[in-house]
């Protein structure tokens, strides 16, 4: 009798042998099991009719052991469940100790965020973090399907660089010298000619600079890989390892480029709500029911569905850098001294601005375009007048900036002059600059972080959350 997934055993009709196999969640009066195997957020009920099952065997099933069990699937007398299954033979694969299951977020009653990121490797098994994986899953999938189906091709672009894509100098160090006996030159300085790739090389920040080289042959590429930055910003939405999703498209400008991100949002959106319809209604009654513990002012005004369906169904507002700042200085919280970080043209926008912005003026998302030069990154394409550059922000309700993007600057002197601006040596970019040498093209692209937008989904407030490992400063385990 060949196995069958939980999910597909709980849409049919009854029928005498089935075979289900999956972790004990829940053990009720030595006679009712809840049966987990990952395919579903519900659990399959197991019932233990008097004495069918041997006593030897009933000994060993507790909450976290793995099992196989054979029976009928009948109609439940039971509320919450449609069919059942009547164990006729239980095979039990994998003990679990009660004893030591006591001590772990296995023991099925609240535990805090907290407590299950220590224990990642069992997380997996809690409602919450299948619902949260599953759509994680789930969004990979179909980031790979928008861009098929528009005729994008996807670019592998190295992990280990010799280049600072984003110019932000926040990298990995990647060497096989010995740290104990570094090799120095003459200079004083380290000798990476002795080193594994002859010179310095770290993990990419960034696949943009090659996935541009993709795209001027290519015409539409994206990337969706790793990326790592050694800042050290223990927030809750910075990760030291994250993946991200970098489309790049030739013969584009930076209207291409936001009508592309929200084009690409929606859908994805979408096609959580069309798909993840089980996991999205369970993880939007657990925000529900914390909200509740919460006071009025702190609880979401939408919740998690509604959510998602506005961002599918409203356009996104779109506002330029120097509109934002004069928005921003003319709003309430700035007035009262509210913000902690300044509002002034040419400076940053902090989390607090953005935040302000999204959720209190427009109350959507938000693409701020056109930011002063001096705070955006060296590839920028430079506007005629002088101050600003062709970029992007797209910021979300809850999350800040979920995307950044631009139009690349394609004219050569220009690039050349910027580099130069940027401290950046033209020997290490030259194959770059090839690339303006060589047909030349306006072209342009943005970056979507993967974790907040599975963050945005299901409504997790931290990133760590929404990872299956996540790295930050002091945390690799697992
Ligand atoms: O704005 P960023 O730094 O843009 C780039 O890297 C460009 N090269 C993208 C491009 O134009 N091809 O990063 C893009 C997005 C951010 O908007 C954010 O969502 C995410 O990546 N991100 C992070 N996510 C988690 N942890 C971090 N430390 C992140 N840094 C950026
Ligand atoms: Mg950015």
């Excluded at 599975?454 to 997790?460: A, K, L, N, P």
Aim: net charge negative.
């Amino acid at each position: 009798m060949p196995r069958i997934k939980i999910k597909e055993a709980l849409e049919l009709q009854p029928t005498p042998n089935i075979n289900v196999k999956g972790w004990v969640r829940a053990f009720r009066s030595n006679r009712f099991i809840a049966l987990n195997d990952g395919s579903y957020i519900h659990s399959i009920q197991i019932v233990l009719e008097d004495e069918k099952i041997p006593e030897e065997i009933v000994r060993k099933i507790s909450i976290g052991a793995a099992l196989s069990v054979k029976g009928a699937l009948v109609e439940s007398l039971g509320k919450g469940q449609k069919v059942e299954v009547l164990a006729e033979e239980i095979e039990v694969l994998g003990e679990a100790n009660p004893e030591e299951v006591q001590k772990t977020i296995l023991q099925p009653k609240k535990h805090s965020l907290e407590k299950l990121r220590e224990q990642a490797h069992l997380r997996f098994r809690t409602n919450l973090f299948g619902a949260v994986f599953r759509i994680r899953h789930a969004m990979a999938f179909a980031i790979h399907n928008y861009f098929n189906k528009n005729g994008f091709y996807y670019l592998h672009t190295p992990i280990i660089t010799g280049s600072d894509a984003e110019g932000a100098g926040e990298m990995f160090k990647v060497t096989n010298l010995p740290l104990e006996n570094i090799p120095f030159n003459e200079e004083g300085k380290v000798d990476y000619s002795k080193d594994f790739f002859g010179k310095e090389t770290n993990l990419t920040v960034s696949g943009q600079l090659e996935a541009e080289l993709g795209a001027m042959a290519l015409g539409q590429v994206y990337t969706f890989g790793p990326t790592f930055r050694a800042e050290n910003s223990n927030t809750s939405r910075h990760l030291a390892e994250f993946w991200m999703i970098e489309p790049e498209v030739a013969f584009a400008d930076l209207n291409d480029d936001m009508a592309l991100s929200e084009d690409f949002m929606k859908y994805l959106i979408r096609y959580a709500l069309e798909n993840c319809k089980d996991d999205l209604a369970f993880l939007m009654q657990r925000e529900l029911n914390e909200d509740k513990q919460k006071p009025k002012a702190q609880r979401n005004e939408m919740n998690l569905i509604e959510r998602l369906e506005f961002i599918v169904t409203n356009d996104f507002e779109r506002i330029s850098y120097t509109e934002a700042i004069e928005l921003l200085q003319r709003s309430k919280p700035y007035k009262k001294n509210k913000f902690k970080f300044p509002v002034e043209w040419g400076v940053d926008l902090a989390s607090e601005h953005e935040r302000f912005l999204v959720e209190k003026q427009f109350k959507k998302p938000v693409i701020i375009y056109d930011y002063p030069k001096e705070i955006k990154a060296f590839y920028m394409r430079n506007n005629d007048d002088g101050k600003t550059v062709a970029a992007m922000d797209v910021l979300f309700p809850g999350i800040g900036e979920i995307i950044g993007g631009s139009q690349r600057e394609e004219r050569l002197d220009v690039l050349k002059e910027k580099i130069k601006d940027f401290n950046i040596e033209e020997e290490h970019v030259w194959w770059y600059l090839d690339t303006r040498k060589f047909g030349t093209a306006p072209h342009a692209g943005f970056g979507l972080g993967f974790e907040r937008l599975i963050m945005f989904v299901t409504g997790m407030t931290n990133i760590r959350d929404v990872i299956p490992f996540p790295r930050t400063p002091k945390n690799a385990e697992f």
